[in-house]
T-cell receptor, first 113, second 113 residues
Framework: ETGVTQTPRHLVMGMTNKKSLKCEQH?????MYWYKQSAKKPLELMFV???????ENNSVPSRFSPECPNSSHLFLHLHTLQPEDSALYLC????????????FGPGTRLLVL | DQQVKQNSPSLSVQEGRISILNCDYT??????FLWYKKYPAEGPTFLIS?????DKNEDGRFTVFLNKSAKHLSLHIVPSQPGDSAVYFC????????????FGKGTKLTVNP
């Protein structure tokens, strides 16, 4: 596998379910990101991790819980979501340093019923 | 308030002609700008970038122009090809080493054969 992979690619869950999204990067990067893309809205940054430490939380509700066990893996734990949380969730990675390009995974299309 | 704006949600051009995608920004602290391309069911892929110390950057058929005084950048694709049909996102980075990318809503480009 090369690049940034995300699983699952599609997820349907009820509001009482707990699920997790997984992201893995094979690029040797040390920064990882979660973005949300809702219909007709710009990509919204959710979280940033640098060397496994969370450096940014963009006012994300606590029903989204990120986890970064190492520089190659990033999880987004979901619980008690709302229908308006239905969106495309994208993971990205980059080298830290301020100007490095971010590389994106294919995304997980989430539908909350 | 959106800091990065792509005011044209869609653009249609003929194969072989020039495509011009526009982007405006409001935050004068941005010092690095990127264009990403996104096909359906895939994550955004990096296309080209420009630093605020430059006013033009060229890579093959793709050229990005930056007008700092107008807080405007544009992406030129020439000649346009049907395979260029995708959604193009403009993004900007905040000065100071932050990893945060701020995205526009995107412009859907259709290149007709």
């Amino acid at each position: 596998e090369t690049g940034v992979t995300q699983t699952p690619r599609h997820l349907v869950m009820g509001m009482t379910n707990k699920k997790s999204l997984k992201c893995e990067q094979h690029l040797g990067h040390n920064a990882m990101y979660w973005y949300k893309q809702s219909a007709k809205k710009p990509l919204e940054l959710m979280f940033v991790y640098n060397f496994k430490e969370q450096t940014e939380n963009n006012s994300v509700p606590s029903r989204f819980s990120p986890e970064c066990p190492n520089s190659s893996h990033l999880f987004l734990h979901l619980h008690t979501l709302q229908p308006e949380d239905s969106a495309l969730y994208l993971c990205a990675s980059s080298q830290s340093g301020g100007r490095e390009t971010q590389y994106f995974g294919p995304g997980t299309r989430l539908l909350v019923l | 308030d959106q800091q990065v704006k792509q005011n044209s949600p869609s653009l249609s051009v003929q194969e072989g002609r020039i495509s011009i995608l526009n982007c405006d920004y409001t935050n004068s602290m941005f010092d690095y700008f990127l264009w990403y391309k996104k096909y359906p069911a895939e994550g955004p892929t990096f296309l080209i970038s420009i630093s605020s110390i430059k006013d033009k950057n060229e890579d093959g058929r793709f050229t990005v122009f930056l007008n700092k005084s107008a807080k405007h950048l544009s992406l030129h694709i020439v000649p346009s090809q049907p395979g260029d049909s995708a959604v193009y996102f403009c993004a900007a980075k905040i000065r100071g080493g932050s990893e945060k990318l701020v995205f526009g809503k995107g412009t859907k480009l259709t290149v007709n054969p």
